[in-house]
């Protein structure tokens, strides 16, 4: 008894790797590993908006205009309404500007955090703020904006956008865009 299951055993370890041999070479076609990149470089201009909207990393200090910021906040949520953050993040911004000219929103609540950043994201591709390296006590002109994705196979894979100094190439600021 015992000999023919170590028979059974041995059998279906050699099924299983012919089977993985077989699975492999012919699907290996569809289980390929890809990385994407694209790097562009935005002109940075003034806002002209009298109150600014401030966010600050450890490397730099990002200006945009209020009107720039709220325009694109209420774009987004009128895309896509049922995101209660966004219309959260929206009322602190519209409550901060009716006593402040400068709107700090680096140290916004936790809830805001994540929205505020898909918020600068979008914005720092604009080109429309002021970006100041505190490192090295400058006002930049430029960035590059890198979009990457890498897949490894279906359902296996990231993407997002990194945000880069141009003379040093540090990433200042990055999200995730999507991951599965």
């Known amino acids: 008894m015992f ?75 009128k895309k896509h309404p049922n995101i209660n953050s966004d219309q959260e993040l929206l009322s602190f911004i519209e409550e901060q500007s009716k006593s402040k000219d400068k709107i700090e929103i680096s140290n916004a609540t936790r809830e805001l955090q994540s929205r505020i950043e898909y918020r600068v994201a979008d914005l720092l591709k604009t080109g429309k703020y002021t970006l100041y390296d505190k490192s090295k006590n400058v006002y930049l002109n430029k960035i590059k904006v890198e979009t990457y994705g890498y897949t490894c196979g279906p359902l296996c894979g990231s993407g997002g956008r990194k945000y880069i100094l141009p003379d040093d190439n540090t990433v200042f600021f990055q999200v995730m865009d999507w991951i599965s």
Do not use: C, M
């Open 3 to 77: 000999k023919k299951i170590i028979i059974a055993v041995g059998i279906l370890v050699i099924i299983l790797i012919i089977g993985g041999v077989v699975f492999i070479k012919y699907e290996k076609g569809k289980f390929h590993t890809e990385n994407r990149s694209d790097i562009k470089v935005v002109n940075l201009s003034q806002p002209l908006d009298s109150k600014t909207i401030v966010f600050e990393t450890e490397r730099v200090v990002i200006s945009f205009g209020l009107n720039d910021f709220e325009t694109n906040l209420r774009q987004w949520i």
